[in-house]
């Protein structure tokens, strides 16, 4: 990445402020001829006081020059607080403006992006998070230095210049001279920082990350007194982030020294050529401070230059990854536009091929059917694929070969946000939010009253629990068991009440009455829509209208329980296991005596 990209990518979001910005170095300009006022009265002052030694000087007249300068100072000093008030105030106002588009902008691409984007090694949470925090905070700064701070900076060195050059011209080039040194020395310096910068990135996005781990495994953590292993990780991170920063740092120190001696030379210089003039009497006394104040405002903003250049590079190498993010159109899901009311909701997979990012094949040649109003089940064992399966169905991954499709049309046709309002998925992990059970359940519907959520936490099995909560609804819905939490997945659901579900393991974590409750429940439901249910339950999959048996991300096998079951083979062998796990004959014999 380089200025002219950078500048290109942020200009979408400087746009919004350029009227602020158009301000802003106006200001900038006021502010620049201002800092040259100072010299020029120091130069007039000398000159002056001079001139009145070499004769007898009235009372009235020391009072009306020293009043005049103290006044001219005092007014030009005022003055330069309000510009510099006017330009601090503009130049925050863009950064967090600017920094909060950014922000909702990040998010709204984000959201959007496919699962495959999130599967990806490095968009795990705490490295994505990392990220964008460092990729909004290191651009503003950026647009800050770049329009707001490296502007004022140059005008004031530019005008310090003219001065001097309208001065002398010996001068001139002698304060002219030390600008290459110190261009050249800071270059030398960003040349050697952005390795370890890239590094130091790596490393805290990798940090981040660790600890987001670590927080959220902390039972894992404490059930196998992994304490000692976890800090010993956290350690091997710290001391890389620590060895990184401490060689940042001391080559900056070594360079910033270098800059330093390059400005004292040119200090030096720019006297030693002043006193000659003076001496031959080419110059005025006064000259000395002048030249001297005006090389500070030249070299001053240079010295500032570093920092912003430091910055700026920092910026360079974390805009990269946040660019990146935001601007990767692979992962953002093909937006059809289809929308139709003539809905059946019959989805299927043809000839199916699937690779996740990291390129494991989960699924090889899959063709499966759900028919509408029926209810299809997949069985296999562990790893076959049947989450795969439901993940492409949902929209969620596209296919690396072949076609999902959605009434005979390819799925990417239709708009997707229309797909998935019109599907209804309970997962295996089904998330739940920090908030208020009615909150996550509310989450089914936005817009559904209270009854509505009571409603549909009844269907759920969950209603009877709730109340005896002492805070009910408005408890907290992460304390909740395993099972209760899942029951709140299934409740959004029939709160949502989509006429299509995708049902991967619903009932996976429940005791057997509330498994029951909710298989009777789901069966309401399941009236007249299209159904996918994944089970290692087979009470589950038994009743379906159609069965496909997976192997290894093929599908070896699809009848009905009855001609699966005759078929032998794998789906003979899980039936079979479930029995004998179940000891179905003692079973048998307690239940019906
Ligand atoms: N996000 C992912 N990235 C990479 N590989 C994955 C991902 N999710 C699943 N896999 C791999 O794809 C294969 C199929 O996984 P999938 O979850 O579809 O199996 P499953 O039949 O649903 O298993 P289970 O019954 O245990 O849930 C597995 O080998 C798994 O390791």
Redesign the pocket.
């Known amino acids: 990445m380089n200025t002219f990209i950078l500048i290109r990518k942020l200009w979408p979001f400087v746009r919004n402020y350029r009227g602020s910005l158009a301000v802003a170095l106006l200001l900038t300009t006021i502010g620049a001829l201002l800092a040259q006022v100072t010299p020029l009265v120091m130069e007039y002052s000398v000159n002056t006081v001079q001139k009145l030694l070499d004769r007898p000087i009235e009372k009235t007249e020391v009072a009306w020059v020293v009043g005049s300068l103290v006044a001219i100072l005092l007014t030009k000093e005022l003055l330069s607080l309000l510009v510099q008030l006017g330009q601090k105030f503009l130049s925050d106002r863009i950064r967090f403006r600017m920094a909060a588009d950014l922000y909702e902008f990040t998010i709204s691409r984000i959201v959007s992006y496919h ?1 495959s984007f999130f ?1 990806l090694g490095q968009n795990q949470t705490g490295k994505l998070e990392k990220r964008i925090d460092k990729g909004i905070e290191s651009l503003t700064k950026t647009v800050k230095n770049l329009f707001v701070d490296i502007v004022p900076m140059m005008a004031n060195a530019l005008f310090a210049l003219v001065l001097i050059y309208n001065k002398n011209v010996g001068v001139g080039i002698v304060a002219t001279l030390v600008l290459p040194l110190y261009a050249y020395i800071s270059r030398e310096q960003t040349k050697r920082q952005s390795q370890i910068r890239r590094s130091i990135q790596e490393i805290r996005e990798n940090k981040a990350n660790a600890l987001f781990g670590l927080l959220e495994s902390i039972f894992v953590v404490k059930s196998f007194v992994r304490e000692r292993y976890e800090q010993d990780r956290q350690h091997v991170l710290n001391v890389s982030l620590c060895t990184n920063e401490i060689r940042h740092h001391r080559t900056n120190y070594l360079f910033d020294g270098l800059k330093s001696v390059a400005e004292q030379i040119g200090i030096v210089l720019v006297f030693v050529v002043t006193i000659y003039f003076v001496l031959n009497r080419q110059m005025t006394i006064g000259a000395i401070l002048l030249h001297i104040m005006l090389f500070n405002n030249v070299s001053a903003p240079v010295r500032h230059l570093h920092r912003i250049y430091d910055e700026y590079s920092e910026a360079l190498v974390y805009a990269e990854g946040f660019f990146d993010m935001i601007e990767n159109n692979t992962y953002l899901p093909h937006q059809g536009s289809l929308k139709t009311t003539a809905w059946q909701g019959h989805f299927s997979l043809k000839n199916v091929d699937f690779i ?3 390129g ?4 090889r040649n899959v063709t499966l059917d759900l028919q509408p109003g029926k209810v299809t089940a ?1 069985v ?12 492409l169905l949902a929209g969620f991954y596209n296919p690396t070969q072949g076609s999902v499709l959605l009434d005979g049309k390819p799925l990417s046709d239709y708009d997707s946000e229309f797909v998935r309002e019109n599907v209804g998925l309970v997962l ?1 992990k089904n998330h739940i939010f920090a908030g208020t059970i009615e909150e996550n359940i509310r989450y089914g519907r936005l817009e559904a009253t209270p009854d509505d959520v009571i409603e549909a936490a009844r269907q759920a099995s969950l209603h009877a629990q709730v109340l005896q909560l002492p805070q009910g609804y408005q408890t907290e819905a992460r304390t909740l068991s395993g099972g209760q939490q899942q029951r709140i997945a299934i409740a959004r659901l029939f709160l949502k009440n989509p006429p299509v579900l995708l049902l ?2 619903p009932t996976a974590s429940l005791d057997a009455i509330t498994a029951e409750q909710i298989k009777e429940s789901l069966d309401a439901i399941k009236q007249n829509r299209t159904v996918l249910i ?1 089970s ?1 339950n087979i009470s589950q999959i038994m009743d379906a209208d159609q069965i496909y048996v ?1 192997q290894e ?1 093929e599908v070896i096998g699809q009848g009905t329980h009855e001609s699966l079951y005759q078929s032998g083979g794998l789906y003979r062998d899980i039936i079979d296991s479930n029995a004998r796990t179940l000891n179905i004959s003692r079973l048998a014999a307690t239940v019906l005596g």
Do not use: F, T, V
Request: a neutral charge; glycine letters at 14%; proline letters at 3%.
């Open positions: 699962l599967a996740y990012p990291n494991k094949q989960a699924l997949i296999g064992l562990s790893g076959a694929g049947k989450s795969s399966a439901l993940n295996q991967d393991e994944i290692h997976m991300g």
